[in-house]
């Protein structure tokens, strides 16, 4: 059974840092593509950064520059280190892993900017 466990959220002021973590399980991680996407109240989903098979990230440009997107395959972990954060960074974040053409949801972790 394929688990992702999102950890590392909370209330945060703004210029503030968090690191969110993704653990996985049930999969191969070390072959597989790893996704942070957020949704914030009334609005939908969207991509915030990409790191593949080979290591290499992606990151959307609403967050570029601060966000960076990592993984450790010995612990099947994956982690977002979100810096100079900014209340409109306030959502639940969620972690994604593909698999074998299929993707794998975690619950999410709620992240909140605000003085």
């Known amino acids: 059974q394929v688990q992702l466990v999102e950890s590392g959220g909370g209330l945060v002021q703004p210029g503030g840092s968090l690191r969110l973590s993704c653990a996985a399980s049930?999969?191969?991680?070390?072959?597989?593509?790893i996704s942070w996407y957020r949704q914030a109240p009334e609005k939908q989903r969207e991509y915030v950064a990409q790191i593949t098979i080979g290591g290499f990230t992606a990151y959307a440009n609403s967050v570029k520059g601060r966000f960076t997107i990592s993984k450790d395959t010995a612990k099947n972990t994956a982690y977002l280190q979100m810096n100079s954060l900014k209340p409109e960074d306030t959502a639940v974040y969620y972690c994604?892993?593909?698999?074998?053409?299929?993707?794998?949801w975690g619950q999410g972790t709620q992240v909140t900017v605000s003085s």
């Open positions: 994604k892993a593909d698999f074998l053409g299929k993707g794998y």
């Open positions: 049930g999969i191969i991680f070390s072959r597989s593509v």
